[in-house]
T-cell receptor, first 114, second 113 residues
């Protein structure tokens, strides 16, 4: 899983609560990404950031928020507005945003909301 | 729209036999193609990529993939499968000057002893 850490590995929350997932990288990468993984659907992009203090919505940003105050950190908040938050969440980083660079993934956080 | 398809949900192969995991992509310019592997409850690991040049790309753990422009395919191959190769494999595509990687739905490879 390279130099990317995600915590916690498992997270349980009650419906209606916001929850923040941590993602830290020590690879000195400029770009960071958040994906959601559901069985049979592959990975779907939630948000990505090309540089500190800047981020863009991905394909399924509704109900999520992010910040990028430091190069090494890209936390994801799952808000109560997210209708189906139970999923496996993966954070990734790459040398720079764009086409040539492979992404390095963290170990993931499995979120269960009941 | 740009997309990538993995037509097989699961591939079963006996240990020692060659394996192929299929991937096709939608036609739109010159794609950049990637393969990743995911072991249970883990993040994805990069295996190999095609950007330009030789159509046959070699990657980690003895895997290789062949870019075929006429068939818009990028199938993953290995000459001799190992039980430890059993995992979920994802193909992904992006295009020049785009920021996003588009993933397929994944193919589960099961290698039997």
């Amino acid at each position: 899983d390279g130099g990317i850490t995600q915590s916690p590995k498992y997270l349980f929350r009650k419906e209606g609560q916001n929850v923040t997932l941590s993602c830290e990288q020590n690879l000195n990468h400029d770009a960071m990404y958040w994906y959601r993984q559901d069985p049979g659907q592959g990975l779907r992009l939630i948000y990505y950031s090309q540089i500190v203090n800047d981020f863009q919505k991905g394909d399924i940003a509704e109900g999520y928020s992010v910040s990028r105050e430091k190069k090494e950190s890209f936390p994801l908040t799952v808000t109560s507005a997210q209708k189906n938050p139970t999923a496996f969440y993966l954070c990734a980083s790459s040398h720079a945003a764009g086409d040539l660079y492979e992404q390095y993934f963290g170990p993931g956080t499995r979120l269960t909301v009941t | 729209a740009q997309s990538v398809a993995q037509p097989e949900d699961q591939v079963n192969v006996a240990e020692g036999n060659p394996l192929t995991v299929k991937c096709t992509y939608s036609v739109s310019g010159n794609p950049y193609l990637f393969w990743y592997v995911q072991y249970p409850n883990r993040g994805l690991q990069f295996l190999l990529k095609y950007i330009t040049g030789d159509n046959l790309v070699k990657g980690s753990y003895g895997f290789e993939a062949e870019f075929n422009k006429s068939q818009t395919s990028f199938h993953l191959k290995k000459p001799s499968a190992l039980v430890s190769d059993s995992a979920l494999y994802f193909c992904a595509v992006t295009y020049p000057n785009t920021d996003k990687l588009i993933f397929g739905t994944g193919t589960r490879l099961q290698v039997f002893p």
